[in-house]
């Protein structure tokens, strides 16, 4: 039953986007050896605890460190999902990552413009704001 009970976790943190803008700088555990607090930790911990181990351990510990897919593209599946949610809130921290995972600026561009046409031209035009300003950086 534990095993069911984490899967359901995983599953539904993916599947509402709770990718967390800017939560961690890299995919790292709860507390490093030097006992130092992860960013989830550093921005929610106190406020809701619960929620940044489950980001520490399962979301970024597991879930973004499972084999069967690539770093980069897990980073194009949570973005497109994101931009469709339109959970735009998370896309900043969420585009970064993909650049560093990989993924061209011309692929993110190209997927924008691609998801328009699925996921809707707000959706895209929402999303290109938030690219727009990664491209400023």
Not at 20 to 32: E, G, H, I, R
Not at 51 to 72: C, F, H, S
Not at 115 to 136: E, I, K, M, Q, V
């Amino acid at each position: 039953m534990k095993m069911f009970t984490l899967n359901l976790i995983r599953i539904s943190g993916t599947m509402l986007g709770l990718g967390m803008p800017a939560l961690v700088q890299a995919q790292t555990p709860a507390v490093n050896a030097a006992s130092t607090p992860s960013r989830a930790q550093q921005l929610m911990g106190d406020i809701n605890p619960k929620l940044a181990e489950l980001t520490d351990e399962v979301l970024l510990g597991d879930v973004w460190e499972r084999p069967g897919l690539a770093k980069r593209d897990r980073s194009l599946v949570t973005v497109a999902a994101l931009i469709a949610l339109n959970r735009s809130e998370q896309l900043p921290f969420h585009l970064s990552l993909a650049v560093k995972n990989g993924v061209t600026q011309a692929g993110l561009s190209e997927m924008i413009t691609h998801l328009a046409f699925y996921a809707g031209w707000p959706a895209a035009a929402s999303a290109l704001t938030r690219f727009a300003s990664l491209n400023d950086q």
